[in-house]
């Protein structure tokens, strides 16, 4: 696999480097999209009418039901080679951050720190009367679990369709877009918005901008650099080469 010398050197040039990443980068690793077909039990449900507030009103132990069987597949996925890889980018540079679309745990499982998660984490539950996180909790035969603290609805503390997204990781990684030399967006249709704009956002205030993904996107026509395939033979190697010119 070959880099363009321009692009390497970008590397080698820039600080700060900001990367986006989005369900693509998990595809690797088994963990399916929502937009990608139910099977078994769950098959006659429309996912985009189970992640909503409207859904957990309705029928919050069909919702929370839906989210265990999700967690389940997810927590049997491994980190896979693009994750770590972003592991390994972060050690080369000391003004590197990593910002998330997916509220799968893995970049931290593949050793990635400060991961900023724009859309909250299915590893973790949140009470609906006070807000208290919980990262665990006891199941009872009542779905959803109550908060041990106020005996409020647990429910899982992602963001839903409809749902705005947390203030401060948001205000975060705008900022972080901002002021990025180099923004690399993996696997991410660039179609959710607000995170769709991240990219746009870095590229207007003089970031190079870098795009990882097999299909064309609505960030494509503004790449500087575009990458064509699976994030998990790109970045590994792309990861290595930076490495070897760093260290030479
Ligand atoms: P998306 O499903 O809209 O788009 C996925 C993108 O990844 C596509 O552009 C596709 O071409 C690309 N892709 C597929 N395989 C790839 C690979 N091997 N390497 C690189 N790119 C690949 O995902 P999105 O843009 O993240 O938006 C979907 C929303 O659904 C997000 O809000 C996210 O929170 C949520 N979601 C998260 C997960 C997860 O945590 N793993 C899974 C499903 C959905």
Redesign the pocket.
């Known amino acids: 696999m070959e880099f363009s010398p321009s692009l390497l050197l970008l590397f080698q040039r820039s600080a700060r480097i900001v990367v986006l990443?989005?369900?693509?980068?998990?595809?690797?690793?088994g963990?399916?999209?929502?937009?990608e077909a139910q099977t078994g039990l769950w098959e006659t449900y429309n996912p985009e009418e189970l992640a909503t507030p409207q859904a957990f009103q309705r029928n919050p132990g069909l919702v929370w039901d839906w989210y265990a069987h999700r967690r389940e597949i997810?927590a049997k996925a491994q980190p896979n080679p693009?994750h770590r890889a972003l592991t390994d980018l972060e050690s080369l540079f000391p003004e590197f951050n990593l910002i998330?679309?997916?509220?799968?745990n893995?970049h931290r499982r593949a050793g990635s720190s400060g991961v900023i998660e724009?859309?909250?984490n299915?590893f973790r539950s949140r009470c609906i009367e006070e807000g208290t996180r919980f990262i665990e909790w006891e199941e009872a035969d009542v779905k959803p679990p109550r908060c041990p603290d106020c005996g409020g609805s647990l429910r899982p503390d992602?963001?839903w369709f409809t749902e705005a997204l947390p203030q401060e990781a948001l205000y975060t990684a705008f900022n972080h877009a901002e002021n990025a030399t180099v923004f690399l967006s993996?696997?991410?249709?660039?179609?959710?918005q607000p995170?769709?704009s991240l990219p746009l956002v870095a590229k207007s205030s003089g970031a190079h901008l870098i795009e990882?993904?097999?299909?064309t996107?609505p960030i494509s026509r503004e790449a500087d650099y575009i990458l064509r395939?699976?994030?998990?033979?790109?970045l590994p190697v792309l990861v290595e080469r930076i490495r070897l010119m760093h260290s030479s």
Request: net charge negative.
């Open positions: 990443t989005g369900a693509g980068i998990s595809a690797e690793s963990i399916p999209t929502f937009r997810i693009a998330t679309q997916n509220i799968d893995l724009l859309h909250g299915i992602v963001v993996v696997g991410t249709s660039a179609l959710v995170a769709a990882v993904n097999p299909d996107t395939g699976r994030a998990g033979e790109i």
